[in-house]
């Protein structure tokens, strides 16, 4: 029920595609999810956030939308550029467990020029 | 201003060494976590602290050993450490346990 699970594992797209990252949950008691995106040798960076009472989030090129009753929220990234090429990790916050953050298992995504 | 940062950037050391890695928060955050992240992994929970105490501390090995000196610094001392311990070491901070965590650069460690 701690598990948060994230598809693909790898996403190769070409420059200005839309590559959509997703991820599912059991737990509803998990009451915030934020994406971060990590390039190698670097730490996390937080890239856009949404709580489940919010059904879509935009933030420039990146939007989550979150569908709660189906326990799923997505990223998407518009006008994908190759500098967008990471690693994307979605996440959950759980309050039964000191609101540690419970992480799915990583996108590789590569935007090809 | 959202930095986390952390030193040294690399570290390589023996089994037998004692080493420190270091972090930082100037953003009034009281609450900040160790992790490690392997290769292709995502990051894994080690410690964290509230208002500089103690408050996680996920089962990890004693030769792991986190300090809080004050509200700013987040310390994790190295000792006899094993090939296996080598990864990224991530420190965060958020402005409480429920807030959004800020991530540092991590300190890549090596031990042979």
């Known amino acids: 029920q701690q598990q948060v699970k994230q598809s693909p594992q790898s996403l190769i797209v070409q420059k200005g595609g839309i590559p959509i990252i997703n991820c599912a949950y059991e737990?509803?008691?998990?009451?915030?999810f934020p994406w971060y995106q990590q390039f190698p040798g670097k730490g996390p960076a937080l890239l856009i956030a949404?709580?489940?009472d919010v059904s879509e989030k935009k933030e420039g090129r990146f939007t989550i939308s979150f569908n709660k009753s189906a326990k799923q929220f997505s990223l998407h990234i518009m006008d994908s550029q190759p500098g967008d090429s990471a690693t994307y990790f979605c996440?959950?916050?759980?309050?039964?467990?000191?609101?540690?953050?419970?992480w799915g298992a990583g996108t590789k995504l590569i935007i090809k020029p | 201003d959202t930095e986390v940062t952390q030193t040294p950037k690399h570290l390589v050391m023996g089994m037998t060494n004692k080493k420190s890695l270091k972090c930082e928060q100037h953003m009034g955050h009281r609450a900040m976590y160790w992790y490690k992240q392997k290769a292709k992994k995502p990051p894994e929970l080690m410690f964290v602290y509230s208002y500089e105490k103690l408050s996680i501390n996920e089962s990890v090995p004693s030769r792991f050993s986190p300090e809080c000196p004050n509200s700013s610094l987040l310390n994790l001392h190295l000792h006899a450490l094993q090939p296996e311990d080598s990864a990224l070491y991530l420190c965060?901070?958020?402005?409480?346990?429920?807030?959004?965590?800020?991530f540092g650069p991590g300190t890549r460690l090596t031990v042979l």
């Open positions: 996440a959950a916050r759980s309050p039964d467990s000191n609101y540690q953050l419970i």
């Open positions: 949404i709580r489940p």
């Open positions: 965060a901070s958020s402005s409480k346990t429920e807030g959004t965590q800020y």
């Open positions: 737990n509803t008691a998990f009451d915030y």
